[in-house]
Nanobody, 117 residues
């Protein structure tokens, strides 16, 4: 059973920073993509950022220039560093991986990020 353990959420003032961490129970090679989604109250879950095994990253337009995704393949871990946080970034953030061979998506339990104005 694949497990994703997230940490790093919390309450921060607008303009502040947070770093989310997600440690996976799969080896890095088995995870073609690692990333983060978020879901705000009353809204659909949306992609925030994703990074492939080789380190190529893609970002949602709303977070480009403010968020940085990275992965440490030696630790089977993905990070999301968030700068210049705004109240609109308030959401539950979910870690995501896609299995390299089965294309199965796996999700973390979610971590709350709240940005106060």
């Amino acid at each position: 059973q694949v497990q994703l353990v997230e940490s790093g959420g919390g309450l921060v003032q607008a303009g502040g920073s947070l770093t989310l961490t997600c440690a996976a129970s799969l080896t890095a090679f088995m995870m073609r993509d690692m990333g983060w989604y978020r879901q705000a109250p009353g809204k659909e879950r949306e992609l925030v950022a994703i990074v492939n095994f080789g380190g190529t990253a893609n970002y949602a337009e709303a977070v480009k220039g403010r968020f940085t995704i990275s992965r440490d393949n030696a630790k089977n871990t993905v990070y999301l560093h968030m700068d210049s946080l705004q109240p609109d970034d308030t959401a539950v953030y979910y870690c995501y991986i896609r299995h390299r061979f089965s294309n199965t998506n796996y999700w973390g339990q979610g971590t709350q990020v709240t940005v106060s104005s």
